[in-house]
Each structure stands twice: as structure tokens, then as C-alpha cells.
């Protein structure tokens, strides 16, 4: 049984700048960085032996898929335990995640909690792991920064766990 994440990494400026925000937190705060690059969650870390039903729909849906707009738009947070970037998908891009999310449905051994359908709050994790204890620093140094960026929901990524960090399994482009 194998471990796997679905999701999309956000590219070019974004991933730049998700980087060095992180990085930062983490020196100055002393707090471990997640082990995946900047994305947001399609489906939240699941465990299966039978990967190759996903990647069938995988494979199919993105053939006919093009890639479309994304926006990063300030900070958000969850309680005192998350810090994100807001990632506000256009129209086109809120689609196609609801399609994929519905042929992903069908497979059986596949759950979506109500936190990872398709009306989640769609974010870019910055730092999320035993924070509280430094959350209000935290969240004031964040919110010093200009946080705006065009981007694109234009691929999808799968990964898996392995010697202890997140490989990348797939990807599929859009």
C-alpha cells in the first residue's frame, strides 16, 4: 500500500516566491517547511495498491483539457494552524477542477472529505506544521509582503511517499 497526493504546482513567479516566503518563516521561526513545492491539494494524501485506476482517468481527462487561469491574491489562514496564500480560481479553472473531481468520484476507493471537494477553500499552504506557539509572528510577518500573482491550474501532479519526502510520480499537463 503506497501513499499518494494529487495536486496542482503552481509555477513560474508563484513557486519563486513560495519558496523564499517559506524558507524565511522557516529560519526565522524555526519551523519545518512542507515537503511539497508551492500547489494546491486536488485530493488530500490517500493511501491505495491499485494507483493505475486513477491514473487511467488521469490520462484520459487531461488529453482534452487546456490550462486556465489562476490567481494568488493575499493571505489566509486556518485557526492558528495554517498560513496560505489565497489562490482564487477564474471560472474555467473552478470547471475543470469540478470535472476532475467528479471522474475521480468514480472510482470507488476514493473518498473526498467536505474540506477536499469541490467546494474547498482553494489555498497554497506557507507553513502549517506545530506553528501556534509563533502564530501571531507569523502572521504578521507574512502579511508584510505584497502577495499578487496570475498564474495557470495547468497541470496536474501526482505524488508519491517516499524516503520520507514527496516524489513526483506524474504529471500531466494542461
Same mark, same amino acid.
Given at each position: 500500500?503506497?501513499?499518494?497526493? *494529487?495536486?496542482? /504546482? /503552481?509555477?513560474?513567479?508563484?513557486?519563486?516566491?513560495?519558496?523564499?516566503?517559506?524558507?524565511?518563516? $522557516?529560519?526565522?521561526?524555526?519551523?519545518?517547511?512542507?515537503? *511539497?513545492?508551492?500547489? @494546491?491539494?486536488?485530493?488530500?494524501?490517500?493511501?491505495? #495498491?491499485?494507483? &493505475?485506476?486513477?491514473?487511467?482517468?488521469?490520462?484520459?481527462? !487531461?488529453?482534452? %483539457?487546456?490550462?486556465?487561469? /489562476? %490567481? /494568488?491574491?493575499? @493571505?489566509?489562514?486556518?485557526?492558528?494552524? +495554517?498560513?496560505?496564500?489565497? +489562490?482564487?480560481?477564474?471560472?474555467?479553472? %473552478? %470547471?475543470?477542477? &469540478?470535472?476532475?473531481? #467528479?471522474?475521480? !468520484?468514480?472510482?470507488?476507493?476514493?473518498?473526498?472529505?467536505?474540506?477536499?471537494?469541490?467546494?474547498?477553500?482553494?489555498? $497554497?499552504?506557507?507553513?502549517?506544521?506545530?506553528?501556534?506557539?509563533?502564530?501571531?509572528?507569523?502572521?504578521?510577518?507574512?502579511?508584510?509582503?505584497?502577495?499578487?500573482?496570475?498564474?495557470?491550474?495547468?497541470?496536474?501532479?501526482?505524488?508519491?511517499?517516499?524516503?520520507?519526502?514527496?516524489?513526483?510520480?506524474?504529471?500531466?499537463?494542461?
Amino acid at each position: 500500500m503506497n501513499k499518494y497526493v *494529487l495536486v496542482c /504546482i /503552481i509555477g513560474g513567479q508563484v513557486l519563486n516566491f513560495h519558496k523564499e516566503i517559506r524558507s524565511s518563516i $522557516c529560519y526565522k521561526f524555526n519551523k519545518k517547511p512542507q515537503k *511539497l513545492p508551492a500547489h @494546491f491539494t486536488i485530493k488530500a494524501p490517500f493511501e491505495t #495498491d491499485k494507483i &493505475d485506476e486513477m491514473i487511467k482517468i488521469l490520462d484520459e481527462f !487531461s488529453k482534452y %483539457k487546456k490550462r486556465e487561469p /489562476i %490567481k /494568488i491574491d493575499g @493571505f489566509g489562514k486556518f485557526r492558528e494552524d +495554517v498560513v496560505y496564500m489565497n +489562490v482564487k480560481l477564474s471560472d474555467e479553472a %473552478k %470547471k475543470i477542477h &469540478d470535472e476532475l473531481i #467528479d471522474e475521480l !468520484s468514480k472510482i470507488s476507493w476514493i473518498e473526498f472529505k467536505p474540506n477536499e471537494g469541490k467546494n474547498k477553500i482553494f489555498h $497554497c499552504t506557507i507553513v502549517s506544521r506545530r506553528i501556534r506557539d509563533k502564530f501571531k509572528e507569523i502572521w504578521e510577518y507574512v502579511n508584510q509582503y505584497e502577495c499578487s500573482f496570475e498564474s495557470y491550474f495547468d497541470n496536474i501532479s501526482l505524488y508519491i511517499w517516499s524516503n520520507n519526502t514527496w516524489e513526483l510520480y506524474k504529471k500531466y499537463k494542461l
